[in-house]
């Protein structure tokens, strides 16, 4: 003890009192072979400071509003200035860890001396003196470790790691103010149940902020600092116990201290610890919106704008404190998620997806499924989950996508308006068409397929005069199949394309005769986006889910539309107005959201899929709907889905329902607007031969049925189960009764 008191009369500190305190550790450091002068001189001669590397901060993601809906974390911290750090948490840190923090130069020389003495006489590291600043030495050798080993050495019990420490330390207090050191210390420190960092500790133990810690809060999360494992909150009550004894005991060394008086320090002790676990969720599958996450994280994961490869992604995405601000709308979002759940049971095989789409800009409003999102029991592929992003592409987490039917059709219509067709022409159609000459691809090759055989409505065989008009409406396949070859299939494929479309799986498109079916797969992202388009009067803008990045120092780097022109204006309007008729006499009639939109349904061969995409001015919206297991071997055809029985699914019967369901509650914020109108000069006449009697035939006809055809309703529709019940009739006979049709 004599030694001890005569250091601490001289009250030495920084490197003079490191000299004395290796000096006293020569014996045991001399059995290493290491002399009492060279490990003097290892302490005047101080090497720079340890490397920092940037820390692991959370990355997030909010939507428009600013509010967040998922986070990424390699470890769960957010750093903050001491200035955001409550006095008290700053105090209670300093009591317990480092009482002389303020002092000394970086070395302890009492806690020290104490520490190596014991030491000495044991023979091994028995007691710590370990400085704050030796400490977050410590924290930043293990944070800036790029092995395993260096990450082992930092942390190693020997009296040569304790040395370098020392060293470090000494060099640290030359760089740092004292207040800088401790900013950084309790940003680096772990407290346990996850929590890196006093900010995330606070939201982690108490759901509160740093800034906002009481007496009782801080002296908890000083406590929890030494002993993070044995006192974790979320392992069960022994680690509470510690836990208290541990806040205790930092509320008396602060009394001791004076910091806080002895009453203070009672009624601290006298109240419970008052732990208010935060869940704190990582990744996707625990985000409140999945599916538009894995879009975000995958954009985040495969774009060279955020790194040049992807292991440099992955880290920026896991470890940079980025907070990315999106596109996603959570009115739209839940509006979308709310109409697919109506229809669509996660238990079904049939699944359902949704992407909502901002025209003029490309701002993904919603993306959603029928699916939860994550792993099913033991890895099962069928289940209520799955790991698909089904209303994205490969490229974004999606799958390969449903063949996308009649939807396609809008591109020779675009196409056919841009060659000079207007409203009113046509031609006659036969009940049948083998497409075996006429068709060319981009490469002028012939793609005739003598093979195929194309059916109007239903198979029935019967063909007559279309115009675009009614061609449309009605979605005759023979017409559009005609209207094709007279205007080109490259044509009609350059539409596509200008207007975005790609295939889901990133093949090149398929250029064949039936490509204004659809027969390509796709995915609602991109057919929303597509559609989009044609709302805002032919400029088409790539789909856009990130619209600005704030990097852990406050920068933002905003992230413009990207959009150009697809079709004239004039051409983009003309096809809103042929595409508006699928409200009012098309396959959409009956079914409307209360404001101008127009749309278009697509169904496809066989019922293997079937899809609805429709905007209004201010937003575009694609549902798709197929089998998970594989839309060719499992048509939709004599199918229940939710609580309804389906013969055959098409375009109106589900994905137009979950369209108009979605659409009014996304809207009710937004004013009703119209589209311009066409420019008649331009688009109005025509002639089709034959039409006007054949829809004079038409109208007498609809006239003698129009009490049989109430069946068809919309409402009836989505209850014929609970009618057939009613009636005595069974759903299966009734539906296999009906005749189907392809749209």
């Known amino acids: 003890m004599t030694v001890l008191r005569s250091v601490g009369a001289l009250g030495l500190a920084g490197a003079l009192g490191g000299v004395l305190a290796a000096a006293l550790a020569a014996p045991v450091v001399s059995g290493g072979g290491l002399a009492a002068k060279s490990v003097a001189n290892t302490f005047v001669e101080l090497p720079p400071a340890p490397r920092e590397e940037p820390l692991a901060q959370v990355t997030r993601l909010l939507d428009k509003d600013g509010r967040p809906f998922a986070q990424f974390y390699e470890a769960n911290r957010t750093a903050v200035p001491l200035s955001a750090v409550a006095p008290v948490m700053r105090q209670a840190i300093v009591a317990i860890e480092d009482a002389r923090f303020y002092e000394h130069g970086g070395l302890d020389v009492r806690g020290t001396l104490r520490a190596l003495l014991t030491n000495t006489q044991a023979g091994g590291i028995r007691q710590g003196g370990s400085s704050l600043t030796q400490q977050l030495v410590k924290n930043i050798l293990v944070e800036s470790a790029r092995t395993e080993a260096e990450r082992d050495r930092a942390r190693a019990p020997n009296l040569a790691r304790k040395i370098t420490e020392l060293r470090l330390a000494l060099a640290l207090e030359k760089k740092y103010r004292k207040d800088e050191i401790l900013e950084r210390y309790l940003n680096i420190a772990y407290f346990g149940a996850g929590a890196h960092g006093i900010e995330a500790a606070a939201r982690r133990f108490f759901s509160t902020s740093a800034s906002r810690l009481t007496l009782g809060q801080a002296a908890t999360l000083a406590g929890a600092v030494r002993m993070p494992y044995s006192t974790d909150p979320s392992l069960g009550r022994a680690h509470l116990a510690r836990l208290k004894m541990r806040r205790d005991l930092v509320l008396e060394r602060m009394a001791g201290l004076k910091l806080i008086t002895q009453q203070q320090a009672a009624q601290a002790k006298a109240s419970p610890l008052g732990i208010r676990l935060r869940p704190e969720p ?28 992807a292991a440099e992604r992955r880290a920026r995405m896991a470890r940079g404190g980025l907070v990315i601000r999106t596109s996603l709308d959570p009115i739209a979002q839940r509006a979308a998620e709310q109409a697919i759940h109506r229809y669509v049971s996660p238990e079904d095989t049939e699944v359902a997806a949704e992407a909502m789409v901002e025209p003029r800009t490309g701002r993904i409003r919603a993306i959603a499924a029928s699916k939860r999102f994550g792993r099913n029991p033991g890895n099962r592929k069928n289940g209520p989950k799955t790991t698909f992003n089904l209303g994205a592409d490969v490229a974004h987490g999606g799958g390969q996508g449903f063949q996308a039917g009649s939807t396609f059709k809008v591109f020779t219509l675009a196409t056919a308006l841009k060659q000079g067709w207007r409203f009113n022409d046509g031609f006659m159609t036969p009940g049948e068409l083998v497409p075996s000459q006429g068709y060319r691809d981009c490469a002028g090759r012939p793609v005739n397929d003598p093979d195929t055989r194309i059916l109007n409505a239903s198979g029935e065989g019967s063909g007559g005069p279309h115009s675009i008009e009614t061609g449309t409406w009605k979605s005759v396949n023979i017409f559009y199949m005609m209207l094709e070859r007279k205007v080109g299939l490259c044509n009609v494929v350059r539409t596509a394309k200008a207007l975005g479309i790609t295939r889901a799986d990133g093949q090149p498109l398929k250029e064949v005769p039936t490509f204004t079916l659809g027969v390509n797969e796709m995915d609602p992202v991109t057919v929303a986006a597509a559609f989009a388009a044609f709302a805002a009067r032919g400029v088409y803008c790539r ?18 539309p990207s959009c150009e022109r697809a079709l004239e204006e004039d051409v983009a309007d003309a096809v809103n107005y042929v595409l508006q008729g699928v409200f009012t006499k098309g396959t959409m009639h009956g079914q409307g959201i209360d404001r101008p939109a127009a749309g278009k349904t697509g169904t496809n061969n066989a019922y293997t899929s079937a899809w609805f995409a429709g905007y209004t001015p201010a937003l575009a919206a694609a549902v798709s709907v197929g089998d998970i297991r594989g839309s060719y071997r499992f048509p939709l055809q004599d199918v229940q889905i939710g609580d309804q029985y389906y013969g055959a699914v098409q375009g109106a019967s589900l994905p137009g329902p979950i369209w108009v369901d979605s659409m009014g509650p996304a809207l009710r914020r937004v004013e009703p607007r119209g589209f311009p109108g066409p420019d008649m000069a331009r688009f109005g006449g025509g002639n089709t031969p034959g039409l006007e009697k054949a829809l004079e035939e038409e109208r007498r006809r609809e006239g003698q049925e129009g009490r049989g055809r109430r069946g068809d309703h919309p409402f009836f529709r989505r209850h014929r189960r609970l009618f057939m019940w009613l009636l005595g009739q069974s759903p299966l006979d009734s539906e296999l009764g009906q005749p189907r049709r392809h749209e």
């Open 543 to 560: 789909p856009l889910a990130i619209v600005e990045i704030i990097g852990r120092d406050g920068r933002r780097t905003h992230v413009p």
């Open 282 to 309: 990582g990744g996707c599958e625990q985000s409140a919106y999945p599916f538009y996450c894995l879009y975000v994280q995958r954009e985040l994961l495969s774009n060279p704008v955020f790194g040049n490869t």
